[in-house]
């Protein structure tokens, strides 16, 4: 489960977020709406423990902003896989090795390491592709290397911020087809986006957020 519970953050003398209280169930699909400059990136960033909460808390599955020790950090990281507009996977190394990279800071042998990273790529579809740089693979692909990367621990959740937002529409429908099957087949899912329209033709749970409140 993910909770937010009357979260304010403040930066400088900006206040990002006002009393944000939020709830995703766990194997829930839910996505949050709302303009730039929303809140949205902002939220899951403090979901993912990158950032801490000013005022308030946050709580995935045990873990709780206001208690938590630095050092179970990384832990909770692997319980939840962030995938971004643009990608971010690491331009000078191969797909493979994009996704091994998540693993190999958790330190496991590198026979399961194998095993692992082979099998998320076919899970996205991209096992064939394995071998090539990011430059050589579409925005499509890309991303779905980048979902790889972001499940290879197994997490409970996924949290997408514009994740559609670099792609055309083809690529978009098949990357939210994949996130949905992922969804389906029991990952909770939080997307952050700006598309009204998107979320209208889905009978997805909605939280939408502006100027740094939930409505
Ligand atoms: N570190 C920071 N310093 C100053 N202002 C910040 C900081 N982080 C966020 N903000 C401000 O908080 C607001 C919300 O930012 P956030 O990135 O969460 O919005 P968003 O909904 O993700 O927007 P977008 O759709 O453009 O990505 C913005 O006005 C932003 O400028
Ligand atoms: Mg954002």
């Not at 042998?109 to 692992?116: D, N, V």
């Not at 996924?158 to 969804?183: S, T």
Request: glycine share 6%; hydrophobic share 45%; net charge positive.
């Amino acid at each position: 489960m993910i909770q937010m519970f009357h979260v304010y953050k403040t930066v400088g003398n900006t206040t990002v977020l006002e009393d944000v209280s939020l709830q995703v169930d766990k194997g829930e699909f839910v996505f949050l709406l709302g303009p730039s400059g929303a809140g949205k990136s902002t939220v899951l960033r403090l979901i993912h423990f990158d950032e801490h909460p000013t005022q308030g808390w946050v709580r995935l599955e045990n873990y709780n902003s206001s208690t938590i020790k630095s050092r179970h950090i990384p832990l909770l990281r692997r319980r939840v896989g962030m995938i971004f507009q643009d990608f971010k996977l690491l331009r000078d190394r191969n797909i493979f090795d994009n996704v091994a990279f998540a693993l190999q800071v958790t330190g496991a042998k590198k026979a399961f390491m194998k095993r692992k990273v082979l099998q998320t790529l076919a899970l996205v579809g991209l096992g064939h592709l394995r071998n090539m740089m990011p430059a050589q693979l579409s925005g499509g692909e890309q991303q779905r290397a980048s979902i790889a990367r972001a499940l290879v621990n197994q997490p409970f959740a996924l949290l997408a911020d514009e994740p559609l937002g670099d792609l055309d529409k083809e690529a978009a429908f098949d990357i939210l087809q994949l996130l949905r099957e992922l969804n389906h087949q029991g990952t909770t899912v939080l997307m952050a986006t700006h598309d009204t329209e998107l979320v209208e033709t889905l009978p997805y749970h909605c939280l939408r957020i502006e100027k740094g409140k939930i409505l």
